[in-house]
């Protein structure tokens, strides 16, 4: 007369209509993304909700920010000029709280995977970024907004260096070869609409620094990058354009001239230990300086520069220095010294790699010299002692 009840039966039935809905839920979600159709269907589910919530934040801001400017949604779409080719790196948008908006396409340029990829683990940049530069980062988003109109542009730049994992296997992410080393300069722009943390958006430029790994993609293109080749005591061979520009200097007048004539006397003793280095060294040959050179006018540019030793194809020929110059702002050049951790840090990765003890102590006899002691300003290309 009664149908036995069987609860049993009745919650697995529940559990997989819940889950058919989830899944329909998803797959509408899914073609609802203004992604190609073959990198929509290659995106896990996590990586899914996160575009999702990227794109979410990226259409109610630029809604709202287009009515403010009165700009019309459905205009004609700007046409593509390929603006983010002048750019010396990526952009990006987040939150105060870093929740990202938006990462330009040329991201995947420099760091070898696209805004789908980089978001594998959530929808934050703290998901992107080494988590022991968290707590700097915070703490620099986190500075009172200056909201006044007097306040001056200087104090309105956030300026911070991190490192971002491209790795898309989390346990590789600890590994050197997977982060990139990145300079990130912005501003807040206004504040997030319908977001009831009423939170500021942060808008960035990321600009890769080159690495011995990194370092032909950071030259691509780069209008702050050039490059000059050396013999093994550092005479100039060869400089490009870029460099005559920012040195000062014809091409012809640098030929012969020794690279420490150029260079800052207070970092002739590192440049000298990372010389001796990479010429003496079977295993470890390359490295990174920061330093300052000077220019044909006299002044002092900082520059973070990339050794490499590249052996010649041909056997008679020697081998020569390859140097990869990246110029900085003195801002940017006062966060690399704050974060001289990355200079050390490489070389003791490289040793470690090699399984050869790391050097801390004073550098010893140098296979090369410099031409000129340390303690004498450079004036052009005749030194004269600092009185």
């Not at 996590?46 to 809604?63: D, E, G, S, T």
């Not at 990174?288 to 520059?303: C, P, T, V, Y």
Request: glycine share 6%; hydrophobic share 35%; aromatic share 10%.
């Amino acid at each position: 007369m009664f149908t036995r009840f069987d609860a049993n039966k009745s919650t697995k039935g529940a559990s997989k209509l819940r889950r058919d809905l989830i899944n329909a839920e998803i797959a509408n979600l899914r073609e609802l993304l203004p992604l190609p159709p073959s990198t929509r269907q290659r995106l896990s589910q996590l990586q899914l909700m996160a575009l999702v919530c990227v794109y979410v934040r990226k259409a109610n801001y630029f809604q709202q920010a287009f009515k403010c400017h009165d700009v019309g949604l459905h205009q004609s779409p700007t046409p593509n000029i390929g603006f983010s080719k002048a750019l010396n790196g990526f952009l990006m948008m987040m939150t105060q709280n870093g929740k990202l908006l938006y990462i330009s396409d040329n991201a995947a340029e420099y760091l070898g995977h696209s805004m789908e990829d980089l978001l594998i683990h959530g929808d934050s940049v703290y998901d992107i970024i080494d988590k022991q530069d968290h707590q700097a980062i915070q703490c620099e988003l986190g500075r009172p907004v200056n909201s006044g109109s007097n306040s001056s542009t200087s104090e309105e730049i956030r300026l911070f260096l991190c490192r971002m994992n491209v790795s898309r296997n989390a346990r590789r992410q600890m590994r050197f070869g997977d982060q990139k080393v990145v300079l990130v300069q912005g501003r807040y722009l206004s504040f997030l609409p319908l977001c009831s943390r009423n939170e500021p958006v942060f808008l960035a430029t990321c600009t890769p620094v080159a690495m011995p790994e990194t370092r032909e993609c950071v030259v691509q293109g780069a209008t702050n990058v050039f490059t000059s080749v050396h013999s093994m005591d550092m005479r100039f061979i060869h400089i490009d354009n870029n460099g005559e520009f920012y040195l000062g200097f014809p091409r012809a007048d640098l030929q012969g001239v020794s690279w420490y004539r150029l260079l800052h006397w207070e970092c002739t003793r590192e440049a000298q230990t990372k010389h001796r280095l990479i010429t003496q060294s079977e295993q470890e040959r390359s490295c990174i300086l920061l330093a300052q050179f000077q220019r044909r006018s006299g002044d002092w540019i900082w520059m973070h520069c990339v050794l490499q030793v590249k052996e010649s194809s041909e056997s008679s020929q020697q081998p020569v220095i390859v140097c990869t110059n990246q110029v900085l702002s003195e801002a940017e050049a006062a966060v690399m010294r704050t974060n001289n951790w990355l200079y050390h840090y490489y070389s003791v990765q490289n040793k470690l790699q090699y399984g050869l003890a790391y050097d801390i102590g004073p550098p010893s006899r140098l296979l090369y010299y410099p031409e000129n002691p340390p303690g004498q300003e450079f004036t052009g290309l005749v030194a004269r002692p600092v009185k």
